[in-house]
């Protein structure tokens, strides 16, 4: 079979079926197979709300392989990018070392979900015969953009397996990191989580669930057709009050919200806090099949714990109810590991152009993946879960 590759500038170029029957079920069985953020649902929305383009240092360079008929059979969605910000896989010091060597770190590759820390499909694949080679067509794809652009490097983050080995086997440099996510242990109800815990973490959970609604504060959850812009509303000025004071200048904006609420409903689950008839706080989360995904929140009114509540308790009690298999919080946070979440690998890879910055990035990163691994299993003997021998 003969396979080209092309560049398309805006998913506006693809086909929404053709997107996502190569974006859904690429990984093994471990993985999601309804990854929200690969779908072409939530990218497109982050085009056509302008969040992404050349103007956000974000322009679309996606990379399709194609058959000789035209049919897509795989897809990269990559961007050229002008800055580090909005990927949470931290290169600012290379570039910064770079600059100062006399190199030009920008523009560089991204192959990501931007503004969003998630692992998930990154070479959309689907599973079959041909996977192997027309992934091995993207990452020559990814090589041939980079050189025609003059571009330092191309960045995967948060990747699969499948993907992890696909590009190592290319020699991309690894880099590890970490996050906190909760397992389902087959749990009945958050009780039934409760007592998997130590007596004392029980006891701390239940009083800070109690002390997050003691002021009269009440959940909800909207998710499908029950979110109106009304909610968008609300949840608007929670994520710019939070995104304001965190990071200066949020990534996401009012148009986005609309658009992912008409194109994906279904899998968005907003979990509201109210107090005397208007609403304080909610986060948002993605639903998968497998996964519940928080992302964002915010909130107008601080209340003890309340975060804890809304992004980490009710997240869990969602995920018991729907019997999804793990909750993902989003990156950084140790303070989750205290409210059930064990820690986790997260991996990237990277393709660096120059053999100087290529040797310094690589030595750099064989300590940092000795150093998270140790750092890994130490927090793992912290989780609040009984030992052994309480059981």
Known sequence: MTLQVKIAQGLKAVSATAWDACALNTGSGDDDPFNPFVSYAFLSALEDSDCVGPKAGWAPVHVLVEDES?????AAPCYVKSHSQGEYVFDHSWADAYERAGGHYYPKLQVSVPFTPVTGPRLLVPNGPQAENVRAHLIAGLRALRGQIGASSIHTTFLQQNDLEALTGQNFLRRDDQQFHWFNEGYGSFNDF??????RKRKAIKRERRDALANGVTIEW????EITEAHWDAFFAFYMDTGSRKWGRPYLNRRFFSAVGERMADRVLLVMAKRDGRYIAGAINFIGDKRLYGRNWGCIEDHPFLHFEVCYYQA???AIARGLDRVEAGAQGEHKLARG?????????????DPSLRRAVKAYLDQE???????AGELEEATPF??????
């Open 70 to 74: 035209g049919k897509l059979l795989g």
């Open 194 to 199: 409760l007592n998997a815990l130590a007596s």
């Open 222 to 225: 909207v998710t499908g057709s």
């Open 316 to 318: 869990i009690e969602f």
């Open 341 to 353: 979440y064990r820690p986790v690998i997260t991996s990237s890879a990277h393709d660096i152009a």
């Open 369 to 375: 993946r000795a150093y998270v691994s140790e750092a």
């Open 386 to 391: 009984k030992h052994r021998e309480e059981q």
